[in-house]
């Protein structure tokens, strides 16, 4: 179990953490699509607050007519295909609940109350700080019809994608307690141990979280065969499984890591999943050196659910797919296992924290899985600030402090949290240079590791890294809509100089950078910082550092001799680090003779 105090580089921060364990026991019926479900569950109050409740999440009971889930599908302006209407249209016997039957704490019958996906539970007596209680549950579930990652029978006819079916204990933490309604979308989640049994009909394959530890036949009702596998994980937010008759699995070896791919028999699709294996041993290898290295013995990817999601150890993902599709959503959710699994954000409330990050880990993921030595320029976050830039000029771009649930359309928030969360991060190479950038991501990723970080702690790192004040960049990225757009507003050029206005049209300031490009092809690079940063980025060989710009100022100018060289062309981020939404006012070219016929008639 990890440590219930979190400390790091600078010292405590919130200082502690929960901690929970939980023994689980379900038995499947594939006939009416229920399980039973039994478990002791061991929770250590590490805060300093006496707790007189808990509060757990029931998410099955999502998937029925009239559920918070099922109204913001319909009405939301712009529905998730995925679901819309089809909650509310589900017959009885395909809608999803869990419903309790008894909770226990220490050792006595205690109140509770199903409020939709929340299960609140009132102790017998207060849980007092550094004190521990157990907690006994017993409960009914029925998994409904797949639909939106959890479910039986999904599109491609895999039986049981079994996410967020158990009653999940909701984090507690420095911000209190963070019992959301479950309508979809991000999720919070304690680290804790898990030993789960699963007991199913002999014939399924389990794929799930953690190493299985056993595994024995059984006699059903009525003598049928049945399966029990135990598995064990530690240190997991989180607690998935999929079970199909057909499923087939092939395992890599990364390191110590077991990579389990798992899916099932179909010649449509075997050879696809056959190459994905290796690749996905490669993206594996890739972002361990990349970011840090994965800390679990296993990951399992399997097919099931409606798309792409991930969890602690395992990740479903549908597999009727070209292989390259494959190997993308295959890297996108593996990514996750370094921001999601092990990092752990509160996905709810910092959404691009986790979609942002793992979406940029992924773009670099892939540009090495597939390097073209025929488009060695091609930038591989391109479609983020393409997206982004999309978005903002729409005028339906909305903060990304913007609670995850609460987006305005479905729109705003996947192009936020991916797409914006990207950008964020690799925006930053322009302000304290790549490699401070890439080595601020291992930093993050070393110190706030099993701690539950938010933006300020991502934000000191790379302030720490580069040595520059980035309060700014946070507040307008973060807080605001505003958004970055520069323009090359005139060049005076004379004989033995060149004078080059700049101005600031956007409303977010960023520094910038300029290339001046001469007749014979050389270049002239000119770094031109920010006041409020406090420093700058560590120059290239050769370039040219500007005087900051303060920006109360739109405008800004700046002198440079020309050697007697003719200027050709004058652009502001060539490199494209820079989001500016209207690239088309970046650079002014020249026409030499013109500029020649001038200069001689003058």
């Not at 559920?67 to 998730?80: A, G, K, L």
């Not at 009885?92 to 929340?118: L, P, S, Y």
């Not at 294996?277 to 972002?287: D, R, S």
């Not at 800390?295 to 597999?319: F, K, S, W």
């Amino acid at each position: 179990m990890l440590a219930t105090t979190v400390t790091s580089a600078l010292g405590q921060y919130p200082g502690w953490q929960q901690a929970v364990s939980y023994d689980m026991q379900a038995t499947l019926d594939t006939a009416s699509h229920q399980y039973q479900g039994v478990a002791k569950v061991t929770y250590k109050n590490n805060s300093p607050e006496t707790l007189d409740k808990v509060f757990w999440h029931l998410f099955f009971n999502a998937f029925q007519p009239g559920s918070m889930m099922d109204v913001r599908s319909r009405t939301i302006e712009d529905p998730d295909r995925r679901v819309g209407s089809r909650i509310v249209e589900l017959p009885e016997d395909e809608w999803g609940w869990i419903h309790m039957e008894r909770v226990k704490a220490f050792g006595q019958d205690a109140e509770f109350e199903e409020d939709g996906t929340v299960l609140v539970v009132n102790l017998p007596k207060a849980l007092r700080p550094g004190k521990s209680v157990t907690l006994e549950l017993a409960w009914t579930a029925q998994v409904p019809r797949q639909i939106r990652r959890s479910g039986w029978m999904n599109k491609e006819g895999v039986e049981y994608s079994m996410t967020q079916w158990y009653p999940r204990l909701c984090e507690f933490d420095h911000h209190g307690w963070h019992s959301n309604p479950y309508i979809g979308r991000e999720f919070h989640g304690i680290w804790g141990d898990f030993e789960v049994t699963l007991d199913v009909p002999e014939g399924y394959v389990v794929a799930a979280t953690g190493v299985k530890t056993s595994e024995k036949s059984v006699d059903g009702p009525q003598g049928t065969p049945r399966t029990q596998s135990t598995y064990k994980a530690e240190d997991v937010i989180d607690f998935a499984w999929a079970a199909d008759p057909d499923y087939m699995t092939e395992t890599v070896a990364v390191g110590d890591v077991d990579l389990n791919l798992v899916h099932q028999a179909n010649p449509e699709i075997d050879s696809n999943w056959t190459a994905l294996a290796g690749y996905a041993a490669k993206a594996m290898a890739f972002i361990n050196e990349d970011i840090g290295p994965y800390a679990y013995p296993q990951y399992t990817v399997v097919q099931g659910g409606d798309g792409g999601m991930e969890y602690p150890m395992i990740t479903l993902i549908t597999g009727e797919r070209s292989l390259r599709s494959l190997v993308g959503v295959t890297v996108h959710e593996m990514a996750h296992s370094w921001f999601q699994a092990m990092v752990a954000t509160n996905e709810s409330l910092h959404e691009w924290m986790d979609e942002g990050f793992t979406s940029w880990a992924e773009s670099r993921c892939m540009a090495h899985l597939f390097a073209d030595p025929m488009k060695p320029s091609e930038d591989p976050h391109g479609w983020a600030y393409a997206s982004y830039i999309r978005q903002h000029l729409s005028g339906n771009e909305e903060p990304l402090i913007t609670h995850a649930d609460h987006y305005k359309t479905n729109r705003a928030y996947g192009v936020g949290a991916y797409s914006k969360g990207e950008v964020l991060v690799e925006q930053l190479g322009a302000i304290v240079g790549p490699e401070a950038r890439d080595a601020a991501m291992r930093r993050y990723f070393k110190e706030w590791s099993f701690k539950h970080p938010g933006p300020h702690d991502f934000k000191r790192v790379v302030e720490r890294e580069s040595g520059l004040e980035l309060d700014w960049y946070f507040q307008d990225m973060m807080h605001t809509t505003n958004a970055v757009d520069y323009q090359v507003s005139g060049v005076q050029v004379h004989n033995d100089s060149a004078v080059v206005q700049l101005a600031r049209l956007g409303d977010m300031a960023m520094p910038q950078d300029l290339t001046l490009t001469w007749e014979d092809g050389t270049t002239t690079s000119v770094h031109i910082p920010l006041v409020m940063m406090r420093g700058h980025r560590v120059l290239d060989d050769g370039e040219i550092l500007g005087e900051d710009w303060p920006w109360v100022d739109p405008n800004y100018e700046l002198a440079l001799p020309t050697g007697g060289k003719r200027l050709k062309s004058v652009e502001l981020n060539a490199s494209g680090l820079v989001a500016d939404v209207h690239p088309e006012n970046d650079e002014i070219e020249f026409n030499l003779d013109l500029i020649q016929e001038a200069l001689q008639s003058h």
